[in-house]
């Protein structure tokens, strides 16, 4: 009884403090940054980005597509817009050639482990670039896996067009 009594005690203990740590990652996640506002517009702005696409590929039945423009939209969509109009087209624009072009080097490197090794490599490199970061690296990492359902081509057109339209909104 003793025993039982103890085992029963011990996993109220661990139900307690799980419960607790569980509550501090909770106040952790919903707490804010001191310089940190909620902005609807851009909630908006950030729905529309990711879900014009996404619904555009799931309506013509090719959600894959949907998918790598939804992505690139988002990557290009996750850059601190540069106050002044013309600066911020320059920025997306290069946001556009970057992503895509780490997307077409993901192509090439698809299927080989020691070139999609360099091509990561590399790019991890340049992450600490001014206006570069890792959002390169995560689209060429995407796009060395297999995408039976789009072809090359079509692969860097829906990632440009994600970039592009990601641009067109936050402009």
């Known amino acids: 009884m003793r025993r039982?009594?103890?085992?029963?005690?011990?996993?109220?203990?661990?139900?307690?403090a799980l419960?607790?740590?569980?509550?501090?990652?909770w106040a952790v996640y919903l707490s804010r940054e001191a310089s940190a506002r909620y902005d609807w517009h851009l909630s908006i702005g950030a729905a529309l980005i990711i879900g014009v696409p996404l619904l555009a590929g799931v309506l013509a039945g090719r959600e894959a597509a949907g998918l790598i423009a939804a992505l690139s939209?988002?990557?290009t969509?996750?850059?601190?817009?540069?106050?002044?109009?013309?600066?911020?087209?320059?920025?997306?624009?290069?946001?556009?050639?970057?992503?895509?072009?780490a997307a077409a080097l993901g192509l090439i490197v698809a299927g080989n482990l020691?070139?999609?090794?360099a091509a990561a490599a590399t790019l991890s490199l340049l992450?600490?670039?001014?206006?570069?970061?890792?959002?390169?690296l995560i689209l060429m990492?995407?796009?060395?896996?297999?995408?039976?359902?789009?072809a090359p081509g079509p692969h860097l057109a829906l990632c440009a067009a994600?970039?592009?339209?990601?641009?067109?909104l936050l402009m």
């Open 19 to 25: 419960r607790d740590r569980v509550m501090e990652i």
């Open 73 to 75: 939209a988002w990557l």
């Open 77 to 101: 969509a996750v850059a601190v817009p540069k106050p002044g109009r013309s600066a911020r087209l320059r920025q997306f624009l290069w946001r556009a050639v970057m992503l895509t072009a």
């Open 114 to 117: 020691w070139l999609t090794v």
């Open 127 to 136: 992450a600490p670039l001014p206006g570069v970061a890792v959002t390169p």
């Open 162 to 168: 994600g970039c592009l339209w990601a641009a067109a």
């Open 4 to 16: 039982h009594r103890r085992a029963q005690e011990a996993s109220v203990q661990g139900v307690a």
């Open 141 to 150: 990492i995407v796009s060395t896996s297999v995408q039976p359902v789009v």
